[in-house]
């Protein structure tokens, strides 16, 4: 009977933790509405620690609700990054949201001619982090990281989704030959 009450009370401390992660996830996306107060949530969950996804339907322009769109919100060392259905023509979304993160990282398609696409990574904590999570990782003469080449932008754009919620630190995506 004891273990039954503390396999209990551990289910609703965890559930309580995940709680307050949506609930700050639904703020930050909230902020980011045309009309936040209008906002609806549905579908939410937290698949990694550091991510929440669900959908939400706000009003727009004119009034009228917009319909439900796909979110991943994704929480960094130092505040929240978001990703919108509707802007994403790769379904990153979906993917972050449905596929552990490790095995998203394990497909991810380097390109060996060091040009073209890359997650720029924003953090001092140096690139051998990165690697050992199994990215490639460099850093610029000027102190920059860098994850890449891929092979096209959706790899690259999936790489730094994947360091954001891996590792926390804010990343973006750049193209640029050598």
């Not at 929240?80 to 394990?106: A, E, F, H, M, Q």
């Not at 390109?111 to 610029?140: C, H, I, P, Q, R």
Request: glycine share 8%.
């Amino acid at each position: 009977m004891r273990k039954v009450a503390i396999i209990a009370i551990s289910a609703l401390l965890l559930s309580a933790c995940g709680n307050s992660e949506i609930k700050s996830a639904r703020e930050f996306v909230k902020s980011n509405l045309k009309d936040p107060d209008s906002a609806q949530f549905k579908d939410e969950k937290s698949p990694s620690d550091r991510i929440v996804c669900g959908m939400v339907n706000s009003k727009n322009e004119f009034g009228g609700y917009s319909g439900f769109i796909e979110y991943a919100a994704i929480h960094l060392k130092d505040g929240w990054s978001l990703r919108l259905g509707r802007d994403d023509k790769y379904g990153l979304v979906r993917k972050v949201c449905n596929t552990p993160i490790d095995d998203l990282i394990r497909t991810l398609r380097y390109n060996d001619t060091k040009d073209e696409w890359f997650a720029k990574v924003y953090s001092n904590s140096g690139a051998s982090e990165l690697n050992s999570l199994g990215l490639k990782a460099y850093m610029s003469k000027t102190g920059s990281i860098y994850v890449g080449p891929f092979e096209n932008v959706e790899n690259a754009e999936l790489a730094a989704i994947s360091i954001s919620v891996r590792t926390g630190m804010a990343s973006s995506v750049s193209q640029w030959k050598f």
